[in-house]
T-cell receptor, first 112, second 112 residues
Framework: DAMVIQNPRYQVTQFGKPVTLSCSQT?????MYWYQQKSSQAPKLLFH???????NEADTPDNFQSRRPNTSFCFLDIRSPGLGDAAMYLC???????????FGPGTRLLVL | SQQGEEDPQALSIQEGENATMNCSYK?????LQWYRQNSGRGLVHLIL?????REKHSGRLRVTLDTSKKSSSLLITASRAADTASYFC????????????FGTGTRLTIIP
C-alpha cells in the first residue's frame, strides 16, 4: 500500500546532541511537509518542499534544518536539541499544494 | 495568525449520539479540511470542502462551511467508540501557497 513512513517512531537524544529524523513516501507526491506537534496542541508547520524548492516558515528556529535528496525521502535535522524541542514530529505529503495531506505515524522525540 | 480555533476543546458523549464540532478561521480560504488524530498517531484526512461549497457528506460525516462567518462545522452521526480521537480543522489560504493552517483541535470521547 502507498504510504508515508517515518523512522524511528521513538527517538531519545541528549541535550545538544544532533539528531536526524527520516520520512519516506511511496505516493510519489511533489510536496513534503514537516510539522512539530507538542502535547494537546495543533501541528505547527516547520517547512515544506515543493519538489526541490525549500520553503521555510518565518518562525522556524535555525536549529531545525531539512534535506530532500530525492522525491521519496525527506530528513529533519535538529542540530542542537533543547528540552523545548521534545515533541511529536509529523511528516506529510500532498500531490498538489493545499490539497489533502497524507501523514506518517510521527516520530516522538524525547530530549534528556 | 491565521490559526483557526475549534469549539469545544473537549466533548464527551454517549455512543450512538451525534457529535458536533465547530471551527472558526480568520482569513479568506481556498478550502477547509478536517483531520482525525488518534492518540500518539499521525493525522488522517476525513473530508475537504472548497470555498464555493456549503455542505458535504461522507458516510457518517457532514461538514458545513459558511465563508461569510468564516466558520465550519463537523457533524459525526451515530457515534462509535472508535470515533474517540482529536479532530482538527485545517485551512488553505486563498493565496495558494501549498500550506495548511491547523486549528486548535477538539478532543472527542465516546462513552460506550
Amino acid at each position: 500500500d502507498a504510504m508515508v513512513i517515518q523512522n524511528p517512531r521513538y527517538q531519545v537524544t541528549q541535550f545538544g546532541k544532533p539528531v536526524t529524523l527520516s520520512c519516506s513516501q511511496t505516493l510519489n507526491h511533489n510536496v513534503m511537509y514537516w510539522y512539530q506537534q507538542k502535547s494537546s496542541q495543533a501541528p505547527k508547520l516547520l517547512f515544506h518542499y515543493y519538489d526541490k524548492d525549500f520553503n521555510n516558515e518565518a518562525d522556524t528556529p535555525d536549529n531545525f534544518q531539512s534535506r530532500r535528496p530525492n522525491t521519496s525521502f525527506c530528513f529533519l535535522d535538529i542540530r542542537s536539541p533543547g528540552l523545548g524541542d521534545a515533541a511529536m514530529y509529523l511528516c506529510a505529503t500532498s500531490n498538489f499544494g493545499g490539497e489533502t495531506q497524507y501523514f506518517g505515524p510521527g516520530t516522538r522525540l524525547l530530549v534528556l | 495568525s491565521q490559526q483557526g480555533e475549534e469549539d469545544p476543546q473537549a466533548l464527551s458523549i454517549q455512543e450512538g449520539e451525534n457529535a458536533t464540532m465547530n471551527c472558526s478561521y480568520k482569513t479568506s480560504i481556498n478550502n477547509l479540511q478536517w483531520y482525525r488524530q488518534n492518540s500518539g498517531r499521525g493525522l488522517v484526512h476525513l473530508i475537504l470542502i472548497r470555498s464555493n461549497e456549503r455542505e458535504k457528506h461522507s458516510g457518517r460525516l457532514r461538514v458545513t462551511l459558511d465563508t461569510s462567518k468564516k466558520s465550519s462545522s463537523l457533524l459525526i452521526t451515530a457515534s462509535r467508540a472508535a470515533d474517540t480521537a482529536s479532530y482538527f480543522c485545517a485551512t488553505e489560504g486563498d493565496f495558494g501557497n501549498e500550506k495548511l493552517t491547523f486549528g486548535t483541535g477538539t478532543r472527542l470521547t465516546i462513552i460506550p
